[in-house]
């Protein structure tokens, strides 16, 4: 075909408000013949996602979501409704060009459909501690192509998040919202139920570059270093403090609900290490939470670091490896970067700094 008719073909397909993921997906495609394998991978997520709707929906009525049972990978104890999103998910892949699933409940990586291109890295169900109480939970993904090494049956996750082919995330909440980003910025899709699909309903969208909302689990400040805890000290002075105006916390306990909330609204997240054993990179997993985020972030014009540096940039040595994470509003962001670095005023007030210095041991 000419380039003037896939020129025409595109422009044929042109996505509005109110498409459908699979029309948007197509017109991906017919963009880049290169996404067939990612479109059907997206397609077949977005299927789980909706069947994992259906369940929280019913909440009570589907059995006690919130029981818990074994420990998964990362040695938190599941809960019922985590089995059931994990076996969804992984049917939902077997039948997609997926070679390999890294999943937060799976100790190891699996092994679907040998010698298909991609691998998917997945938190099946983010948020479990909300189950019991009908709050908010969701998914994150990204598809990575597949890499060959012999030597490595991890190495596909072993790869910069700058390698990731698309990455999303769904949110089962009042409504069920599907974010993804091909590399061509970041849309929110809503489930029409009536219909069983996901329609556009947020195109192209673009966080503001500051805001006055931060979101952090603050009865963890005793144990933050002290860039994080000026930083947060600062917010919370508001117009008296360096900051010179007022800011408001939120805290949803899943991380795809900030999430979504900072892509509409802005602000920043902030997930920092701090001094607790086990908590010294924090207890978000690069592979399927940190790396998918910060992907969605970056097409929509925000940032995401682990406080200092570009997520995007770390290498995985191991595939439920954890990463402090601070991401949204480009200059919130960079104000964060800016207290490790020393070059706030505020930093100078804290007698912290002159006992550990700004960076973490």
Known sequence: MSGDGMGTRV???AITIGSTLSEYLDAEVARDSRLADTAKTVLA????????????GRGALAGDLGAQGETNSDGDVQKALDVIAHKRFTEALKSAPVAEV???????VMVLNPGA????????LDGSSNIAVGMVVGTIFGIRPVVSDPNDPNASFKTPGTTQLAAGFTVYGPATTFVITLGDGTRIFTLDRAAGEFRLTHDRLKVVASANEYAINSSNGRHWDAPVRAFIDDCMRGEEGPRDRNFNMRWTAALVADAQRVLIRGGVFLYPGDSRKGYEQGRLRLLYETAPIAFIMEQAGAAATDGQGRILDVVAKKIHERSPLVFGSAEEVASVAAYYEGRQPAAGRSPLFGQRGLMRN
């Open 117 to 124: 291109p991609l691998a998917v890295a997945i938190d099946p």
């Open 102 to 108: 890294c999943s937060e409940e799976a100790e190891d």
């Open 45 to 56: 997520l977005a299927a789980a996602s909706i069947d994992v709707s259906e369940v929280c």
């Open 11 to 13: 422009q044929d397909m």
